[in-house]
C-alpha cells in the first residue's frame, strides 16, 4: 500500500510568486491535514479535510493560503503571493475515518518550500 | 491552548544503552498521543500511538507510556542502536478536534 505522497518535494520560488504544493493520501483516507514547520520551530497545524470539506481551518495563517480537496480525494495548498516567512517545511497527512474510534495520523515526505 | 514541551532537546548514548524520552503536555483532555520518529530531511514515521484510556504501547524495543492525569509521557528504548539515531517527536491530538499538537522533539545520537 502506497504512503502518502507529496509533490514536490523541494520548491524554491520568489518572493511574491505563487505557488501550490500537492498532496495525495493514503488510499481510503477520508481525513487529510496540512501542517508545516517554519524556522525550525515544532510542526504546527494548518488545516483539516473530512472528505472534501475543511472540518477545522484555524492554522491557516492567512488569506495568502488557500486549501482545496476537490473530490475528496488529493489536495492542493496553494500560496499567493508567497512571501518569506513562508518558508519551511509542508507536511501532509491522512488518516482513516474516525468513526468514534481513533486512528493515526501517516505523515508525508513534506515539500520543502523556500522563498528568497 | 494545550503545549507539548520535550526534554530532552538533544540527547547522546553509547549503543547499547536504554534511554527514556520525556513528552509533557498541559492539557490532559487529550484523545490519543502519538510518538514519531524523523530522519534528516526525511518525514515523520509513525512508531507508536497510545489512546487516553491506555497506559503503554510496545512496538519491539520501544516502549510508550500515558499518564493523561499528570500530563506526561515516556517513550523508552532499549539497547539502542546507532540507527535509533533520529528526531523523535511525541504529538497529542484533543479531545474536541482531530489536529495534532506536537512538540519541538528529541535529536537522539547513538554512538558506537
Known amino acids: ?3 502518502v505522497t ?12 505563487t505557488v ?3 498532496c495525495d493520501p493514503i488510499s481510503g483516507h477520508d481525513n487529510l491535514y496540512w501542517y508545516r514547520r517554519v524556522m525550525g520551530k515544532e510542526i504546527k497545524f494548518l488545516l483539516h479535510f473530512v472528505k472534501e470539506s475543511k472540518q477545522d481551518e484555524s492554522g491557516m495563517p492567512n488569506n495568502r493560503f488557500l486549501a482545496e480537496r476537490t473530490g475528496g480525494t488529493y489536495s492542493t495548498l496553494k500560496v499567493q503571493p508567497a512571501e518569506l516567512e513562508d518558508s ?8 482513516q475515518d474516525d468513526d468514534g474510534l481513533s486512528y493515526e495520523q501517516y505523515f508525508g515526505p513534506g515539500t520543502r518550500l523556500t522563498v528568497t | ?4 514541551t520535550q526534554i530532552p532537546a538533544a540527547l547522546s548514548v553509547p549503543e547499547g544503552e536504554n534511554l527514556v524520552l520525556n513528552c509533557s503536555f498541559t492539557d490532559s483532555a487529550i484523545y490519543n498521543l502519538q510518538w514519531f520518529r524523523q ?12 489512546q487516553s484510556s ?3 504501547q510496545t512496538s519491539g524495543r520501544l516502549n510508550a507510556s500515558l499518564d ?13 542502536q546507532p540507527g535509533d539515531s533520529a528526531t523523535y517527536l511525541c504529538a497529542v491530538k484533543g479531545g474536541t478536534a482531530s489536529k495534532l499538537t506536537f512538540g519541538t522533539g528529541t535529536r537522539l545520537q547513538v554512538t558506537l
Do not use: M, N
Not at chain 2, 530522519?39 to 497510545?50: A, C, E, H, Q, Y
Open chain 1, 1 to 3: 500500500e502506497a504512503g
Open chain 1, 6 to 17: 507529496q509533490f514536490p518535494s523541494h520548491s524554491v520560488i520568489e518572493k511574491g510568486q
Open chain 1, 20 to 22: 501550490t504544493l500537492r
Open chain 1, 88 to 95: 519551511g517545511v509542508y507536511f501532509c497527512a491522512s488518516s
Open chain 2, 1 to 4: 491552548k494545550q503545549e507539548v
Open chain 2, 39 to 50: 530522519d534528516p530531511g526525511k518525514g515523520l514515521t509513525s512508531l507508536l500511538l497510545i
Open chain 2, 54 to 56: 491506555q497506559r503503554e
Open chain 2, 68 to 80: 493523561k492525569s499528570s500530563g506526561r509521557s515516556t517513550l523508552y528504548i532499549a539497547a539502542s
